[in-house]
């Protein structure tokens, strides 16, 4: 029975246990999270059932991707890059508006998906093949800072016209890539350089775009009110730029920092941030319990971005603290695999797709304490979610996939002296 077992769950067993218990928070914290969604479906099992479901798909996902031995992921490239520059494309013309932002395609059936998370494991599967490829005794070859460049850049600029967090999140985790790829550090701080000259025209740009249309908003809410249509709940400001209005909001409202009387505290315009807050400083030590959450009524994401706030609040600092090392230990576990890895691909292709899980947890928890403007960022394998989970279960597939298959490197047997 145990060797049955042991033939399914391959890979390495600490990852394992990591993705076990991950799995687990999710399905009990997503439960407790999504009070708003069962009162008003009047369901009181469906949601956490569908999320559940999910997850078992997921851990399926998982098992087959580990069972793909790690060369044959090579062969994809080229599919995945044509499925994820169509689909991009696609939701940006006829895609599905969230919150504002058209992220998801529907499909027949009810089913829906992000391509932005197709295109981040893409984005990753396709730098370690170059960085792989390209690699020579004294580090990368020049040639693959541009080879990268060339496919990551557009794809980034295609996701961040919708989910500009996103598109730096991936950003972020190509250029630590290149870095552990050896990319050489000229280019490197060149790209620095650009990025921030980049950045501050962005900075400057959003704050102009986004003024205006939110004086435009403003100005649209005043005549409706004097003509009477007070019907008008959603009213779209900006023009082509109309995400600057969402970003310049999000930017000043980080950005302000001055101490404000609870009684002078706007709990409708800031309720996110607002109730996060209260759930956290709530917590205590141990927390209040699983389920026991008081917050979660009042935080209309509170089983997606905001999810972490309720682990806080229900498991403390103790049990968040644990959420965290997992996360640690599941870098710390990838990186052992890697440089136990005899050829470059499988070991950049690992420690790739392990910074993207880590890399996005720690932005969703830094928003969640309030270190960090409010993005649309899950926590990964945590958050309630439908194409975001199985991908997540993908990448944890392949990381056990390169646990399992790459060639390991061979220890140089010490030489004894006669």
């Not at 009070?35 to 008003?40: E, Q």
């Not at 390209?134 to 919708?162: C, H, N, S």
């Amino acid at each position: 029975m145990n060797k049955k077992i042991g033939n399914i769950f391959k890979g390495d067993k600490v990852i394992w246990m990591v993705f076990f218990f991950l799995c687990m928070i999710s399905i009990v914290e997503v439960f407790s999270a999504s009070s708003n969604l069962t009162y008003k479906s009047q369901n009181y099992i469906g949601p956490i059932a569908f999320h559940t479901g999910t997850i078992i798909v997921g851990v399926i996902v998982a098992v087959v991707t580990l069972n793909i031995p790690c060369r044959y992921f090579k062969l994809m490239t080229l599919f995945l890059l044509i499925i994820s520059g169509i689909t991009l494309l696609w939701v940006l013309v006829g895609g599905e508006s969230i919150n504002g932002a058209n992220r998801v395609i529907s499909l027949p059936g009810g089913i829906t998906f992000q391509p932005s998370e197709i295109a981040k494991g893409t984005m990753v599967l396709y730098t370690a093949q170059i960085l792989s490829a390209m690699q020579r005794e004294d580090g990368a070859d020049k040639k693959a800072f541009k080879y990268v460049l060339w496919i990551v850049i557009p794809t980034i600029a295609l996701i961040g016209i919708e989910n500009l967090s996103t598109a730096a999140l991936l950003f972020g985790v190509i250029f630590l890539m290149m870095f552990i790829g050896r990319v050489p550090m000229v280019q490197l701080g060149k790209l620095v350089g650009a990025c921030t000259i980049l950045i501050a025209v962005f900075l400057t740009l959003v704050l102009t775009l986004g003024s205006i249309g939110a004086s435009q908003e403003d100005s649209k809410q005043t005549t409706e009110a004097v003509n009477g249509d007070t019907d008008t709940k959603v009213i779209k400001g900006g023009g082509v730029f109309h995400r600057f209005v969402t970003w310049r909001n999000r930017i000043v409202k980080h950005l302000d920092k001055k101490d404000i009387a609870p009684d002078e505290y706007d709990l409708d315009k800031d309720a996110q941030v607002a109730h996060a807050n209260i759930a956290i400083v709530s917590s205590n030590i141990i927390g209040k319990g699983p389920g026991q959450s008081v917050e979660r009524d009042f935080l209309s994401q509170a089983f997606s971005d905001f999810i972490f706030a309720i682990v806080i609040e229900e498991l403390g600092i103790l049990g968040a603290t644990g959420v965290v090392f997992l996360y640690i230990v599941l870098l710390y576990r990838t990186a052992r695999i890697a440089s136990r890895c005899e050829n470059n691909f499988p070991a950049f292709f690992a420690m790739g797709l392990a910074l993207l899980l880590v890399v996005q947890a720690t932005f969703n928890m830094l928003v969640a304490v309030g270190i960090a403007p409010v993005t649309g960022q899950p926590l990964p394998l945590i958050s309630k979610g439908g194409t975001s989970t199985i991908i997540n279960c993908a990448y944890i597939g392949a990381i056990l996939s390169v646990s399992r298959s790459a060639k390991k490197r061979t220890p140089k047997m010490a030489v004894k002296e006669i």
